[in-house]
């Protein structure tokens, strides 16, 4: 499961970089969950097309094993945790 803990961490560190690093604060924002929802099936239809067509493939033993679209529900957290990250980086770097 080591891919679950990547993720989870990964999820845990963009919270930790979002609310108290860089004070941003995105995920106190409604815009930030609309734009989300936005991206959210998006991304669900790509990791679908490449999960059902065995164009990336998960060791049974680095996931926990529940699937939404085909794809290990740790890939929904990881691109939280990317879609969080940037748009955190891209508004602290935009106010300098």
């Known amino acids: 499961m080591m891919y679950t803990f990547i993720s989870l961490f990964a999820v845990l560190m963009a919270t ?4 108290y690093i860089l004070k941003v604060g995105l995920l106190k924002r409604r815009g930030f969950w609309t734009s989300y929802a936005i991206i959210l099936p998006f991304q669900l239809l790509t990791n ?3 999960t059902s067509r ?3 493939m998960y060791s ?6 529940l699937r ?3 794809a290990p529900v740790e890939d ?3 691109g939280f945790a990317l879609i969080l990250s940037v748009l955190s980086m891209w508004i602290y770097h935009g106010r300098r």
Do not use: H, K, Q, R
């Open 16 to 19: 930790i970089c979002d609310l």
């Open 48 to 50: 679908w097309w490449l």
């Open 54 to 56: 065995e164009i990336v």
């Open 60 to 65: 049974p033993d680095a996931i926990l094993g």
């Open 68 to 70: 939404i679209a085909s």
């Open 76 to 78: 929904l957290l990881f």
